[in-house]
């Protein structure tokens, strides 16, 4: 098979992994050959310090010997297979990165023989770029949770950024939908990356110089709507680990149905505000000082599809409110509806030197409309006087326009809410 088409099935096979942020469009006039950005595997991530960056994302290979349910690569699956050796990455990594198409790889795989196996394929990838190639921009391995822990610690002397996909929100979805995925293995593989992360730190700290080790950290992926779990339950395995593992990011993934798929899966996909609020939920408890539960408002557990997590706690907890812009203390401005971590950070400055009043708020680009009726300021807010009507979430609606470009990339990399 040529390389051209293995990297249609295998770029394809790659865009159901959520670790990066879009995967290309869909071409707009039939027959078309050039301007589709859909079908070669290049993909855009941020990285910590918000660059865009773009990676060709990739699996070695999709044949796999394992059965998830909900994956069109599973070995009971009719897909068309594919599989590229060591050296067909390598070749595609560079002559995609010399022709300024791509600024690194993401690596994945099925599994082939067994982990150990796979484990040691994907590393011969990420060492010969480095070693052979003088390769320097960033990998991402995934990592097979099960394969050996001295080949984890091996890949992270290689990659970037290491993940192990968590896959299910709970150990029931796992044992239901991936009987040959263990929950403790999955987050055993994530223990040993983190400690290895830890320790790396504390020698570079104490001026020694220990080999590199994923100095990007880790992060995994979550499907959601695959089974019926809620929200609450994405939100807590989330808190977990983060907590317990230190990971840099979960991402959120809405399950796609696929062909001949088992009778337990559902024929559709969750909409796709569910990702999205799962992601601001997951912002607001990272940086926000949330807590999982206190976001989950509604009965049947779920966030809200309609308000963001932030508003619906705040329409849910009104008694908390008005609070005081120029008496608050961080962690309470932080929770009032539209105003963003910047924005706190601003007001915090401003009002040490003069009464904040709802013209320096404007000022200051809160999300005003959201924000009005939650806040006493140094003068006149007339706005307060519909925190208690029945209609404030209707009243706090921003008004439907269309998303700008460079607001949509801005809102993808910070999840600000
Ligand atoms: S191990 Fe990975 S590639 Fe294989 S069936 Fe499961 S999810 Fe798919």
Redesign the pocket.
């Known amino acids: 098979m040529e390389v051209r088409d293995k990297l249609a099935i295998l770029a394809d096979a790659a865009k159901y992994d959520a670790s990066c942020a879009s995967s290309g469009a869909k071409q707009t006039r039939a027959g078309s050959k050039l301007g589709t950005t859909e079908g070669m595997g290049i993909c855009h991530s941020y990285t910590p310090d918000g660059r865009c960056v773009s990676l060709l994302k990739i ?1 070695l290979t ?1 044949f ?5 349910q ?6 009971s699956s009719d897909t068309p297979r594919a599989r590229f050796t060591v050296d067909e990455v390598v070749s595609l990594t560079i002559e995609f990165y010399k022709r300024n198409y791509i600024e690194g790889l993401f690596l994945s ?3 082939i023989q067994n982990s150990d196996y796979t484990m040691e394929q994907l590393i011969a990838v990420a060492k010969t770029l480095r070693t052979q190639q003088a390769f320097g921009g960033y990998i991402h391995l995934k990592t097979i949770p099960n394969a050996s822990p001295l080949l984890l610690t091996e890949a992270g002397r290689w990659a970037d950024r290491l993940s192990v ?1 968590i ?1 299910l929100p709970t150990a029931g979805d796992l044992l239901q939908l ?1 009987p ?2 263990k929950r403790e293995q999955i987050t055993d593989a994530m223990q040993g990356i983190a400690e290895t992360i830890t320790e790396t730190k504390s020698e570079e700290q104490a001026g020694l110089h220990p080999p590199r080790f994923a100095p990007a950290g880790q992060s995994t992926q979550m499907i959601v709507g695959a089974t019926d779990s809620p929200d609450a339950d994405i939100l807590q395995t989330a808190t977990e680990l983060y907590d317990k593992h230190q990971l840099r990011r979960v991402y959120y993934s809405a399950y796609s149905p696929i062909p001949h798929a088992d009778a337990r899966l559902p024929g559709k996909s969750p909409p796709l505000v569910r990702e999205h609020r799962l992601y601001q939920a997951d912002w607001l408890m990272r940086y926000y000082g949330f807590d999982t539960q206190e976001l989950i408002v509604s009965p049947d557990r779920n966030l809200s599809l309609e308000l963001d997590p932030k508003l619906a706690w705040a329409l849910a907890n009104r008694q908390q409110f008005p609070i005081d812009v120029n008496r608050a203390p961080r962690e309470l401005l932080l929770r009032v509806p539209g105003f963003g971590v910047r924005n706190v950070e601003k007001m915090l400055s401003v009002r040490r030197h003069h009464q904040l009043r709802t013209e320096d708020l404007r000022k200051l680009r809160v999300a005003w409309n959201r924000a009005r009726a939650f806040v006493i300021t140094a003068d006149h807010n007339p706005a307060l006087a519909d925190l208690d009507k029945l209609d404030l979430a209707r009243r706090t609606q921003p008004r439907q326009r269309q998303l700008l470009l460079f607001e949509a990339a801005e809102s993808a990399r910070s999840g600000e809410v």
Not at 70 to 75: A, I, L, P, Q
Request: overall charge negative; charged content about 25%.
């Open positions: 699996l999709n796999c010997i394992y059965d998830c909900y994956c069109v690569n599973r070995v795989s099925g599994i996909n896959e991936a040959e995925k």
